[in-house]
Structure formats: structure tokens, C-alpha cells
């Protein structure tokens, strides 16, 4: 919670711009910013795409500063929804080609060279940017790999029709013993072990048979101009050794032949320059990442929270506060055990997967045991248990209503007046009403999940 929140904050302290000038710009009442500026609420995937248009028109640096803060590590939970194409520029350099570099994914069809240049950027600072030693295709494509079985097989998204990388990872069968939504690697070392204990030869031979060379060909347009593609990767590892103190390409091979090659080595200045703008680059390259997978995602919700390693969830002890104060004042079924429920031995239940929805909100939220939360781990819940999870969170949201203060409950109910579209809080006590509100929201995203690959499930 708070992580767009702290960005706004940051900006609108150091751009000098009013929080009622952003909420009217926005269209929105001031106290809904004032509670993202203090980080007691987050804007949704939709509201924060907006924020960046406002504040493009705004102050169009506050932009850009806004999309590197909220960017620079997505490897923490947040979310955005890309419905603007804002420029990212990358620090200039007087040793390299920054032009180059900028342009190194245009006109890309496939994940290849993103998963490629993100894996370089990790393998390097895990390398704390030492040089010295070649690094193998080997290394980075199980690199590669890793990076990719987090969007893949943990949130299930698409790389795109034509794109294999979701192949090669179901091809390898990788069997992880730690249930997925327990599931905490987020410096990969397990993933790439498990990884790198497999036979990926003919892996290694796919990726490495275009994609190395196709990333640095931007570097040598003067040179292959006019060529065939199949010329061009014969001729790009001898040009990248003749011309590398000349022409300063990202990095070269280790062999002038292409069949030879098995390694690369990247530029001392190049390193040196990514070392000093790491953060930025990471942005930047993530940036253009999630512009990739969101387009191959129209529908999906929060994909930038999916594209990485997630962060280590939160503890939901605030919503879980929330339960156990309804929990003390009736007594609760478990809507899929149908055994009580008891305020001293709940967990927390995401109705629609968190490894879909990728969020905590409370309307998504119910109390059951750690068992049946367990097995249902990342399915979908069978038809027949919607009508007791709406009559459960109407009965949550009656019993809150009449214990907590107005203004608590107005920051309680905030999520359910914007994600399922309720005009005001007195509706969401009518059950005909809130349960219109969930299935209008609900059978969309669970048709979506479905065709994500996310299966149903029933207890027992």
C-alpha cells in the first residue's frame, strides 16, 4: 500500500503542485488525493495512467520524474494500467551512444530481446558490475527463463501468438516443492538453479540463434545496410570485435564466426555508465517491458504487479482486523467448508486469485481456514459459492457499518465504490444491489482468468 502514493508525494512537494489542482484536474474530490499523498490508499491500475496525462499536462517533467519513481523497482507491489506512450528518456552520456540504446526494442515483435536486456541488467549487479569475465548465453538465458516463469507461470500472461518462451518453460516441466502462493524468490536463486539442473541445450540453441545478435544490430546500421537477416547475424560478431572501440557496441562475442560464439563481453564504458544510471535504465527498460505485455494483455488486470519476482505480500493485518471485529459480533460460515469461522483462527481468503487480481482489496477478501485457503490456493471458485461470498461481504459491510466511526467506514468501503462501481456507500447495504455490482465485476475478469489458464475449484 502507499507505493504510488509516496511517487505522487515526492512529486507534488518537488514541482510545487497543489493536491486540489490534481484532484481537479482529475476530476476527482481533494481528501481522494490526500489520502494517496499520505499513503493511506493507493490509486487504482486506471487512476495512476490518469494521474500521468494530468501531469503531463501539468508539468511535463513531473511526468516522467512521477513514472521513474513509481517504476524504478518493479519488484515491488504496484500496479498500472498503460494508456500513455510517455517518452522515457534515458541519461545522456558523453563516452556512449545513447540514441542507440534508446531505440535498441523498436518495431519488436517477440519477448526475446526485453527478457534478454532485463537479464543482462540482473546477471550485472549481481555481479556487483564486474567485467572481467565473459558472460555465457548459457547464464543468460537461464536468466532468461527465470524472469520469464514469473509472468508465465505464476500469473499466467501472454508473450504474444507467435512468441515460444512459454513453450520452452512448459517443455522443461520445472517442479517447484513450495506451494505457488507461498512461493518467495525474488532473487531467483531457486528458479535458476532448478533451471540450470535441466537439459536446455536446444533452448540455448533457439535463442541464441537470433537474439544476441539482433540486440546489438542497431549499433552497425551503416554497415548492414542492404544485407539479408541471415547475412546480417553472420556478420554482426565479427563487426562487433573489429569495430568495439570504434563504434562502442553494448557488448561483443567472444569468437569472430558466428557458429562459434558462446559468450559475450560488454563495453568497460558501458558498464560503467549503466552502473552509475542503474535505477533509471531498470525504469526505463521495465517501462518499455510492461508497454510490450500490456498490449499482448489488453484485458488483464495490474500487469505491471506480474512482470517480476512479487515483493513479499503484505500481512493484510488491517483488513484482517476488519473480519475479526465482524467475527466478535455474529457468528460466520466458511463459504466453501461451510464449518464457523472463529475470530481467533481465520485466514484470509482472495475470492478471485491474488495471482490474477494481484491486489488486497477488501471486496475481494473473506475469512476461512488456512486449509481450505491452502488448497484452493490460485483457482477460481466454483459458481456456486458467489452467492454466499456476496451474502458474506453484505453481511461484513452491515455489521462495519454500524461499529466503526463514518470516517472509518468511508475509507473501508472506498475500494468497493471504485472498483465495482457502486455510486454511494447506502447502496452497498442493499443486497440486490451489491450483488448486481459483483457479478457486472466479477464474470468479466473470471471469463478472463479462465482463458488465462486459471482453473476452477470446489473443497473436497
Request: net charge neutral; with cysteine; glycine share 4%.
Amino acid at each position: 500500500m502507499g507505493q504510488a502514493g509516496k511517487a505522487l508525494r515526492q512529486v507534488l512537494e518537488a514541482y510545487g503542485i497543489s493536491q486540489s489542482s490534481l484532484a481537479a484536474a482529475l476530476g476527482v474530490e481533494r481528501p481522494i488525493v490526500f489520502r494517496w499523498f499520505h499513503e493511506h490508499t493507493d490509486p487504482t491500475a486506471e487512476t495512476v495512467a490518469g494521474i500521468v496525462k494530468v501531469l503531463e499536462q501539468i508539468n511535463s517533467t513531473a511526468a516522467k520524474e512521477f513514472i521513474k519513481l513509481y517504476l524504478c523497482d518493479l519488484t515491488q507491489d504496484r500496479e498500472i494500467s498503460l494508456i500513455t506512450d510517455t517518452p522515457y528518456e534515458l541519461p545522456q552520456s558523453k563516452t556512449v551512444n545513447i540514441s542507440v540504446l534508446s531505440g535498441l526494442f523498436t518495431n519488436t515483435t517477440n519477448s526475446y530481446k526485453y527478457l534478454f536486456f532485463l537479464s543482462l541488467l540482473d546477471i550485472l549487479k549481481r555481479r556487483e558490475f564486474e567485467i572481467l569475465s565473459p558472460i555465457s548465453f548459457r547464464e543468460i538465458i537461464i536468466e532468461m527463463l527465470a524472469n520469464a516463469w514469473y509472468p508465465h507461470t505464476y500469473f499466467k500472461l501472454s508473450f504474444g501468438t507467435q512468441d515460444k518462451i512459454a513453450e520452452k518453460l512448459d517443455s522443461l516441466k520445472l517442479e517447484i516443492s513450495e506451494p505457488i502462493l507461498k512461493f518467495t524468490d525474488t532473487d531467483k536463486k531457486l528458479l535458476r538453479k532448478t533451471i540450470g539442473n535441466q537439459d536446455i541445450d536446444d533452448i540455448i540453441t533457439f535463442i541464441r540463434r537470433y537474439v544476441p545478435f539482433r540486440l546489438v544490430r542497431p549499433f552497425f546500421e551503416q554497415e548492414l545496410r542492404g544485407l539479408k537477416d541471415s547475412e546480417v547475424d553472420q556478420k554482426i560478431p565479427g563487426l562487433s570485435r573489429e569495430q568495439f572501440e570504434v563504434k562502442k557496441p553494448l557488448y561483443c562475442f567472444d569468437a569472430s564466426l558466428y557458429k562459434d560464439c558462446k559468450s559475450i563481453i560488454l563495453h568497460s564504458e558501458w558498464v560503467s555508465y549503466i552502473e552509475a544510471n542503474y535505477s533509471i535504465i531498470r525504469a526505463w527498460a521495465s517501462w518499455e517491458w510492461l508497454k510490450y505485455m500490456q498490449k499482448r494483455n489488453p484485458n488483464i488486470p495490474a500487469v505491471a504487479n506480474k512482470l517480476f519476482p512479487p515483493h513479499e505480500r503484505g500481512r493484510l493485518n488491517q483488513q484482517k482486523s476488519y473480519w475479526k471485529l465482524i467475527l466478535t459480533k455474529t457468528d460466520i460460515k466458511c463459504i466453501y467448508s461451510n464449518q464457523p469461522v472463529y475470530a481467533d483462527s481465520f485466514s484470509l481468503d482472495h475470492y478471485l486469485p491474488w495471482s490474477f487480481v494481484a491486489h488486497d482489496q477488501p471486496w475481494n477478501l473473506i475469512p476461512t481456514f488456512p486449509e481450505v485457503n491452502s488448497s484452493k490456493s490460485n483457482h477460481i471458485p466454483n459458481n456456486n459459492y458467489f452467492d454466499k461470498f456476496v451474502s458474506l461481504q453484505h453481511l461484513g459491510l452491515f455489521i462495519l457499518q454500524r461499529n466503526l466511526s463514518k470516517q472509518q467506514w468511508s475509507n473501508y468501503v472506498e475500494s468497493y465504490i471504485n472498483d465495482l462501481r457502486i455510486i454511494k456507500e447506502d447502496n452497498l447495504l442493499d443486497l440486490q444491489i451489491l450483488k448486481s455490482a459483483y457479478e457486472l465485476t466479477l464474470t468479466p475478469l473470471i471469463s478472463i482468468a479462465l482463458g488465462q489458464g486459471f482453473t476452477k475449484w470446489s473443497y473436497r
